[in-house]
């Protein structure tokens, strides 16, 4: 998603016409995406007299769609006929959020603390509930203690934990693996100075993921809404 894009598929034929139906009293929300924030971005809304509200880097909680994302993807995934290609995704995606019910809407708006605050009252529970099963899912967790996904998994890496095997651990590094590290760092800047061989060196890295054709498709749909 570029800003032109953002501007030409998201702002004018959609926010625009919101904007034009609330009226004054309309404040958009959208997040810190980096086509969000162009200054084209910028000079679209305000030359259409919307406000923006201002939005704390790293914050997806305060937005309560993350929470709908989240069951609509559930909704989805447990579809007697899994969507395999573009267009029946697209289907199915509609289909199930016609079926979204209001009072899931609208408990999760009346769950968000009224300061405005992220939703994460319950993050350190995360720990907890690791420890004492260590199998669970991120999202079975996301769903018992009602925080966003994306908290879940920002809290575990912040703590150290990784999923190897199906179960999580801890993925701290000894102090001998600590200063491995130093050591090797600080032999490769010396080495660089003889011979600046970083400006030669092309890096890369690869991920194997295996999910099932639901997962691709609904990934990569997420993907394209959220950049």
């Not at 908290?151 to 934990?161: A, E, I, N, Y």
Request: charged content about 25%; glycine content about 4%; overall charge positive.
């Amino acid at each position: 998603m570029t800003s032109q894009r953002y501007i030409d598929e998201v702002l004018l034929p959609h926010v625009r016409l919101f904007r034009g139906a609330v009226g004054d009293k309309f404040v958009f929300m959208d997040d810190n995406a980096t086509c969000h924030r162009t200054l084209a971005v910028q000079d679209c809304l305000d030359s259409e007299g919307i406000q923006r509200l201002v939005w704390p880097a790293r914050s997806p909680d305060p937005n309560r769609i993350e929470n709908v994302w989240d069951a609509l993807g559930r909704q989805v995934a447990g579809r007697n006929y899994p969507p395999t290609n573009k267009n029946t995704l697209i289907r199915a995606l509609t289909e199930e959020w016609d079926k979204l019910p209001q009072q899931l809407l609208d408990n999760v708006v009346q769950t968000a603390p009224r300061t405005g605050r992220p939703v994460i009252e319950n993050v350190d529970k995360i720990t907890e509930t690791i420890e004492v099963d260590r199998p669970v899912s991120s999202r079975s967790i996301a769903q018992k203690l009602t925080i966003d996904h994306k908290t879940v998994l920002s809290h575990l890496r912040k703590v150290g934990f990784k999923r190897k095997l199906h179960v999580w651990v801890q993925h701290q590094l000894t102090p001998k693996n600590m200063m491995d590290r130093i050591s090797l760092c600080e032999a490769l800047a010396k080495r660089n100075e003889i011979d600046p061989f970083l400006k030669r060196m092309v890096t890369g890295d690869e991920k194997c993921v295996c999910v099932g054709h639901i997962l691709q498709y609904y990934a990569k749909t997420i993907l394209v809404k959220v950049r």
